[in-house]
């Protein structure tokens, strides 16, 4: 009997470890091709703030907040009006899977496994990215590639005045795409969420596929945001 007490108690002891380590935080990097575990780290590792964009770049929240401020969507959260599951990891990540097999035609195994390095190859492969690249550049530059790409096609299409409210810094309205793409990269502002509620930059350009690039798009500013500095 005492010996079964001891096994419990060092059970107790050992479940109240684990249950105080935090999960693994993400490791960014320049130079790796990142695994879905690495996918899933990184998702881990993100705030609400920054959930709550990367699902409204997916376009899978429900009515007008797909388009709402940042703040307004967390004020939603918080006041309950809007379930506090519907961005966490676990819903990234189902609305990727639904995301990819309407979009990618890429066979995910479950929601669990999600190759964002393939996704971005898929994407790549529609631009005027070059085979090399896509063969060799790891996953954060290639994301930057693709997410680079695509802004200055959207942002080319601005009007000056358009590009003043996306990007709210003195001479927004002349500047040039990639110079634009490197400001927002570390504005501190909700230029993400203005960016993606102009969604007929997208239409004007023909993006191919709106909410991937859009998706691509802010989880590379988000790196940049948080990591690449």
């Known amino acids: 009997m005492k010996g079964s007490k001891c096994i419990a108690v060092v059970v107790a002891i050992v479940m109240a470890v684990i249950g105080s380590v935090s999960a693994v935080a993400y490791t960014f990097s320049q130079t790796r091709k990142e695994s879905p575990q690495d996918f899933n780290e990184f998702l881990d590792d993100c705030t609400l703030s920054e959930r709550v964009q990367i699902m409204q770049a997916l376009q899978d929240l429900p009515s007008d907040y797909n388009t709402a401020k940042t703040d307004t969507v967390i004020a939603a959260i918080n006041s309950g009006r809007l379930n506090a599951e ?123 596929s709106e909410t991937v690039c859009n998706f691509i798009l802010t989880v590379n500013l988000i790196k940049t945001r948080k990591y690449a500095r």
Request: proline letters at 4%.
């Open 86 to 208: 519907s961005v966490s990891p676990e819903a990234i990540r189902k609305a990727i899977v639904w995301r990819a097999y309407n979009k990618l035609a890429y066979p995910f195994k479950s929601y669990d496994e999600i190759d964002y390095h393939g996704i971005l190859q898929w994407a790549a492969e529609k631009s005027d990215i070059t085979t090399r690249r896509i063969k060799e550049y790891s996953t954060f530059g290639l994301e930057k590639e693709i997410a680079e790409e695509h802004f200055t096609m959207a942002w080319e299409k601005m009007t000056p005045e358009e590009r003043a409210i996306v990007l709210p810094v003195p001479g927004a309205g002349t500047m040039k795409g990639a110079a634009a793409f490197g400001a927002m990269g570390f504005d501190v502002g909700d230029a993400i969420s203005t960016f993606l509620a102009m969604r007929d930059i997208w239409n004007i350009i023909g993006a191919e």
